[in-house]
């Protein structure tokens, strides 16, 4: 059991990625803290990972929303004792080009997809240097790395901060042993590209653009979140985990 001992706040975990990797945090031993705003969701997870004699807690968190990150944190302490794993995987989609994109949905898409994380984090590097290290999982994107015509500015912007926010806090917290590296998904079979998916014509455009050929699923990332949860990483800090069939690599 790879997360024997570990206990894991997943932010966003009520469905898609995050869902997958509570799951499967929960089969390699860890107790996971499940924060969501989707409060029916996050509840229904909750009960099927007790059901299956695993250790699960739902909080609503509002990742914009520093209190509910100290509640959300302050949860997994007085729960489970400790807190050793954040992952960052909350986000928010996007529409528009440069010139059409309003203030207003700039600053909704860089607050939940950006500031989010950088609350997450803040609030949660004091537990974790009281459980004596720890490791942060920021979900960024392979539009983090590489521009395409077709997403939205404020998505590409807002991950690309995620990648060098996770750059900072690695080398802050090194020296602590607590360790930050970002994940780059490429396009996933999740609720969130569900009407990109439905649509033929985006998701051939989509599919042309993967060299592997398909879509991912959410188990293709969460293993590799588990990976850089797990003290199988121990010397990995400030890396980028690129999950994306290959779209960066052409
Ligand atoms: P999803 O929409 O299926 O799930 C996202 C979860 O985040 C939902 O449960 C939602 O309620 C929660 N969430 C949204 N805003 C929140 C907020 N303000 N506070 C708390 N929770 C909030 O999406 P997904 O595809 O599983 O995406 C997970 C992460 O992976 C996101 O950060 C996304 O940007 C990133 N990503 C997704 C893809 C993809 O193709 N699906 C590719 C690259 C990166």
């Known amino acids: 059991m790879r997360l024997a001992g570990k206990v894991a706040l997943i932010s966003g975990g ?4 995050g869902a ?4 499967l945090f929960v089969e390699e031993g860890a107790k996971v803290v499940i924060g969501d705003i989707r409060e029916a969701l996050g509840r229904e ?3 099927e990972i007790k059901a299956s004699g695993g250790e699960a807690i739902f ?3 509002e990742v914009t929303n520093e209190t509910d990150w100290q509640q959300a944190v302050a949860t997994a302490e007085q729960q489970f004792g400790k807190l050793d794993v954040l992952v960052n995987n909350a986000g928010i989609s996007g529409s528009g080009r440069v010139e059409n994109v309003t203030l207003e949905e700039w600053n909704r898409v860089m607050d939940i ?3 989010g994380v950088f609350l997450g984090t803040k609030v949660a590097i004091p537990a974790m240097r009281r459980a004596g290290g720890g490791s942060i999982v920021n979900i960024s994107s392979q539009l983090g790395l590489v521009g395409v015509d077709n997403s939205s500015p404020q998505y590409q912007a807002s991950k690309g901060s995620v990648r060098l926010l996770t750059k900072a806090t690695a080398i802050q917290y090194a020296k602590e042993n607590i360790r930050a590296n970002s994940v780059h998904p490429g396009p996933i079979e999740t609720p969130m590209t569900e009407a990109r ?3 033929p014509e985006v998701r051939e455009v989509t599919i042309g653009r993967i060299p ?3 879509y991912g699923v959410p188990d293709d990332v969460a293993k590799g979140v588990l990976y850089l949860a797990s003290d199988d990483a121990s010397f990995v800090t400030g890396s980028e985990l690129v999950i994306d069939g290959g779209w960066t690599a052409q």
Do not use: K, W, Y
């Open 14 to 17: 009520a469905r898609g990625m």
């Open 20 to 23: 997958a990797e509570a799951r």
């Open 45 to 47: 997870l909750e009960a």
């Open 59 to 61: 909080v609503r968190l």
């Open 113 to 115: 997809n950006s500031t």
């Open 197 to 199: 998916r439905a649509d």
């Open 212 to 214: 592997l050929g398909r």
